[in-house]
T-cell receptor, first 115, second 111 residues
Framework: DSGVTQTPKHLITATGQRVTLRCSPR?????VYWYQQSLDQGLQFLIQ???????AKGNILERFSAQQFPDLHSELNLSSLELGDSALYFC??????????????FGPGTRLTVT | QKEVEQDPGPLSVPEGAIVSLNCTYS??????FMWYRQYSRKGPELLMY????GNKEDGRFTAQVDKSSKYISLFIRDSQPSDSATYLC???????????FGTGTRLTVIP
């Protein structure tokens, strides 16, 4: 168990809808990262937050947004969902903002299915 | 061209075999090299990380980095059925904020 928790485990929704995925980092970790894992693309970095502030952006669509709250949990909001958004979404956490960001600990993921 | 390339396999080996998993990369700024293990329907788990070139050993696992060839390897000795998983390589630059992952190699160790 990595200490990173994610809810829900599974989510099934229809195209055009909006969903929110939640992540709680390991105790003491200030950075939260969101990744998308699909069969053909592998793990793709979406966005990073450090202590409440956005630190880095990857291949995140404009329909997606995230935030990190004062208690350090983070939420990833996905809107106007399309079939192609079906994937596993992982949250990871690390102690630092960068430098030691290689030591990331992943949660169990949320499996999103868009029908 | 992807920044990190990894043969997706699948790879099947008998129990006790030595397994070699490899990745190549194109970005010479990468300095941190990681191997993650991902069991089915689970999140990736950090196995090992190496800074710059060289070897690192941890039990049955050895990670090697050859920066001149932009090539990294993970060796698993005396492989066990419990090693059956997908192995992901990942890389990062100094001061970087995110990891670049390979697509993963699915390994099955047959008892």
């Amino acid at each position: 168990d990595s200490g990173v928790t994610q809810t829900p485990k599974h989510l099934i929704t229809a195209t055009g809808q909006r969903v929110t995925l939640r992540c709680s980092p390991r105790s003491g970790d200030l950075s939260v990262y969101w990744y998308q894992q699909s069969l053909d693309q592998g793990l793709q970095f979406l966005i990073q937050y450090y202590n409440g502030e956005e630190r880095a952006k990857g291949n995140i669509l404009e329909r997606f947004s995230a935030q990190q709250f004062p208690d350090l949990h983070s939420e990833l909001n996905l809107s106007s969902l399309e079939l192609g958004d079906s994937a596993l979404y992982f949250c990871a956490s690390s102690v630092a903002a960068s430098g030691s960001s290689y030591e990331q600990y992943f949660g169990p993921g949320t499996r999103l299915t868009v029908t | 061209q992807k920044e990190v390339e990894q043969d997706p396999g699948p790879l099947s080996v008998p129990e006790g075999a030595i397994v070699s998993l490899n990745c190549t990369y194109s970005n010479s700024a990468f300095q941190y090299f990681m191997w993650y293990r991902q069991y089915s329907r689970k999140g990736p788990e950090l196995l090992m990380y190496t800074y710059s070139s060289g070897n690192k050993e941890d039990g049955r696992f050895t990670a090697q980095v050859d920066k001149s060839s932009k090539y990294i390897s993970l060796f698993i000795r005396d492989s066990q059925p419990s090693d059956s998983a997908t192995y992901l390589c990942a890389m990062s630059g100094v001061g970087a904020n995110n990891l670049f992952f390979g697509t993963g190699t699915r390994l099955t160790v047959i008892p």
